[in-house]
């Protein structure tokens, strides 16, 4: 019955959330790009109203033509499912289908809740009973949908709150914040990875099972060619010798030229900030010296 555990190839299980204008739908895509490196292997179900059109083809953005349906209305779980595997044959096992976004089949039209109160409705039946049929119907969905035969991403809207916060000048001002996202409350679990996106699109881990429990920066390509190779390979990211953080790519390097430029300098491997700090550091004691 028990075996001595050992990794395999996975396929990847993300979720993320933020409020609108987040840029869940573009970090979306931009993870997916770099799992697979291929446009083409990129499946996009949009329930936001064709919103998603908009990101495809962009020289600013640098994004390509992605495989793309639409999903209007009613917004049932078997819909969903539907969707889900066609785009899942459409990509290939090394492809990603996206949901976006998975609030939709909660509290849209012909979504769960809509079901629990059609089956409350009817005759015999209480609120209990309606929770726990609705309840089955949004758990197969669930499963189904993190079953397929390839990676998933979806994104789900965040209940929205203003809280006051002092701006750089001072001053008390409302600030939008996101709260837990709109879906069932224990849906997060389902996924192994969630990446909670701010207004600043600064993205943070809520849930993760990697290596990202000290993520906190915008997504791009990066992102999923290290995901990828964790998933694929269980190659471990490389970190930061001084603050252990994984390195990624920033200001406009790449995480390999990062690298290489801190050994060189420094004879050390370290992430940008930690490079940058360090080298400004080693000139102006150089300097103090000179002089």
């Given at each position: 019955m028990f075996q001595t555990v050992t990794r395999k190839k996975a396929k990847l299980r993300m979720a993320l959330t933020g409020v609108s204008g987040a840029g869940k739908t573009l970090s979306a895509l931009y993870i997916a790009y770099g799992i697979t490196g291929d446009w083409n292997k990129i499946a996009l179900?949009?329930?936001?109203?064709?919103?998603?059109?908009?990101?495809?083809?962009?020289?600013?953005?640098?994004?390509?033509?992605?495989?793309?349906?639409?999903?209007?209305?009613?917004y049932s779980p078997d819909r969903y499912k539907q969707f889900v595997q066609e785009g899942a044959r459409a990509v290939g096992p090394d492809g990603v289908v996206?949901?976006?976004?998975?609030?939709?089949?909660?509290?849209?039209?012909g979504g769960v809740l809509d079901i629990k109160d059609r089956i409350a409705?009817?005759?015999g039946k209480n609120s209990y009973t309606a929770w726990n049929e609705a309840g089955r119907e949004q758990n197969n969905l669930v499963n189904t949908m993190l079953a397929v035969d390839c990676h998933t991403i979806v994104t789900m809207r965040s209940k929205m709150d203003y809280v006051l916060q002092e701006n750089d000048r001072g001053k008390m001002t409302p600030v939008k914040v996101g709260l837990a996202p709109v879906q069932r409350d224990d849906t997060e679990y389902e996924f192994d990875i969630v990446l909670d996106i701010a207004r600043s699109h600064i993205a943070t881990a809520s849930k993760d099972t990697t290596f990202l429990d000290s993520f906190?920066?915008?997504?791009?390509?990066?992102?999923?060619?290290?995901?990828?190779?964790w998933l694929n390979t269980?190659?471990?990211?490389?970190?930061?010798?001084?603050?252990?953080?994984?390195?990624?790519?920033?200001?406009?390097?790449?995480?390999?030229?990062?690298?290489?430029?801190s050994r060189k300098h420094l004879g050390k491997t370290l992430c940008y900030r930690c490079y940058a700090l360090e080298y400004r550091a080693k000139k102006e004691a150089e300097n103090h010296a000179a002089s």
């Open positions: 179900i949009d329930t936001e109203h064709e919103r998603a059109r908009f990101y495809a083809d962009r020289s600013d953005l640098n994004t390509g033509s992605f495989l793309y349906a639409a999903f209007p209305p009613p996206i949901v976006d976004s998975f609030s939709h089949a909660w509290n849209n039209e409705a009817q005759q906190g920066k915008i997504i791009t390509p990066e992102l999923g060619r290290q995901l990828a190779d269980g190659a471990e990211p490389v970190r930061c010798e001084t603050c252990q953080k994984v390195i990624t790519a920033e200001a406009g390097r790449s995480s390999e030229q990062i690298m290489e430029a």
